[in-house]
């Protein structure tokens, strides 16, 4: 008789750079308050923490608002000489910091620091009666920062996640009225997938070295020009993977084409200054979450029907993938797909947020696939050719 070998504990990492989560994402915006209710009424979130001159904030203003896992902090400048003020100048709205929660934020910063990070904030500890919450910040790409979060008492992720406070000085926000909606009508949007950063001509591997050396991510994918590239215009692609499941950080940069490359363009409304091109959110339902986010009027990017026409070949014929979903359905939501050797994706892109054509928003849903769509590379840099040359910026 067979004796069953006894199952390993599963092997939590004590090192410093051990990320557990992401702790939030940052977004400075030019009014944190209209902002709030545009992600609440189109995407859905829960509006659900304060930061402001009502509870002793004399230098900016932050909303908290949270979906599944996913924690956005909307914060604006109430100064015209604070950062967030000034960068709103320059670059527009969009992501300022994705914020890491760590065991100690000291011991993560100080590691990172030595292993050639760039300090942006040293640590520091913002406690009272309940509880603390450590952060420490390093700069990454362009305007970009990673801060390292380590919480403890009433401020811990646990207590977060079921809806403690986010650190001192914060307040819960009292009868929002887009909160009960959304809790009735929700969009379903599950946790942060990934981001990608669009970076400077000749900047990629620099940066992937710096993710590697820093942070320890590993190259998980590259795509180049001619992965990427339609007759037009190109960009070059190294997916970075935090390893432990959390998060994917794609970096970007633009490639020689006939016309401007899409990163280009970024680089144009940003005064060339690198940053976060999309957020990807996953979902566990892809037709009930475009759905929703369509009837809340969300604008997506547009396929042509002719997309449709190969589509189920490809993935269905040529990769052996079955795809559950409906695929009228699919069709009639313009969604896209695509499958690897592990399964299959759903996929769809909103135009960009604000009038720059700068930050977008991706919803992805994956059945197996941990890939990015490469199939759907050419159809999708097609649409957004289009939409440059609508823009006057091809
Ligand atoms: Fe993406």
């Known amino acids: 008789m067979k004796t069953a070998l006894p199952i390993a504990p599963a092997k939590i990492s004590t090192a410093p750079l051990a990320l557990s989560d992401i702790d ?14 545009f992600y609440a009424q189109a995407f859905g979130f829960q509006v659900e923490q304060h930061h402001d001159l009502t509870t002793g904030s004399r230098s900016e203003a932050s909303y908290l608002l949270r979906q599944g896992n996913i924690r956005l902090l909307l914060t604006t400048g109430l100064h015209e000489h604070q950062p967030a003020c000034q960068e709103v ?3 527009g709205d969009g992501v300022k910091d994705i914020a890491f929660t760590v065991a100690d934020a000291t011991k993560a910063w100080e590691q990172a620091v030595s292993h050639g990070a760039h300090a942006a904030s040293e640590p520091t500890e913002h406690s009272d009666a309940h509880g603390s919450v450590t952060t420490a910040s390093i700069h990454t790409f362009g305007r ?3 801060t390292f979060v380590s919480r403890r008492g009433d401020y811990s992720l646990a207590r977060l996640k079921s809806g403690g406070l986010f650190m001192p000085g914060y307040a819960r926000v009292k009868d929002f009225p887009l909160n009960a909606y959304n809790a009735a009508y929700p969009c379903g949007l599950e946790c942060v997938d990934h981001l990608v950063g669009n970076v ?5 591997n620099q940066w992937v070295q710096w993710y590697s050396d820093v942070l320890g991510f590993k190259l998980f994918k590259h795509f180049d020009d001619k992965d990427i590239s339609t007759e037009y215009s190109a960009l070059m692609s190294k997916v970075m993977d935090s390893g432990s499941g959390l998060i994917k950080i794609p970096i970007n940069e633009p490639a020689a084409g006939r016309a401007k490359s899409q990163v280009q363009e970024y680089l144009d409304f940003t005064n060339n200054v690198p940053g976060v091109q999309h957020l990807a959110f996953r979902c566990n339902d892809a037709l ?7 009837r809340r009027g969300v604008d997506f990017l547009r396929l042509p029907d ?5 589509v189920w070949d490809r993935v269905e014929g040529e990769l052996h993938t079955e795809v559950r979903e409906d695929h009228n359905r699919i069709k009639e939501l313009g969604i896209l797909v695509d499958a690897d050797d592990e399964g299959y994706l759903l996929q769809l892109f909103t135009m960009p947020l604000q009038d720059r054509p700068t930050l977008f928003i991706e919803i992805i849903c994956r059945r197996g696939s941990q890939s990015f769509g490469k199939g759907n590379f050419r ?5 957004l050719e ?3 040359a609508r823009r006057g910026n091809l």
């Open 89 to 91: 100048a320059k670059y």
């Open 24 to 37: 939030h994402v940052r977004l400075y915006v030019g009014n944190a308050r209209q902002a709030a209710f």
């Open 200 to 204: 400077g001509l000749g900047a990629m």
């Open 379 to 383: 159809a999708l840099f097609e649409s």
């Open 306 to 310: 002719t997309y449709y026409d190969k």
């Open 288 to 294: 009930e979450t475009v759905s929703e986010l369509r």
């Open 144 to 146: 970009c920062v990673h």
């Open 386 to 388: 289009r939409e440059q």
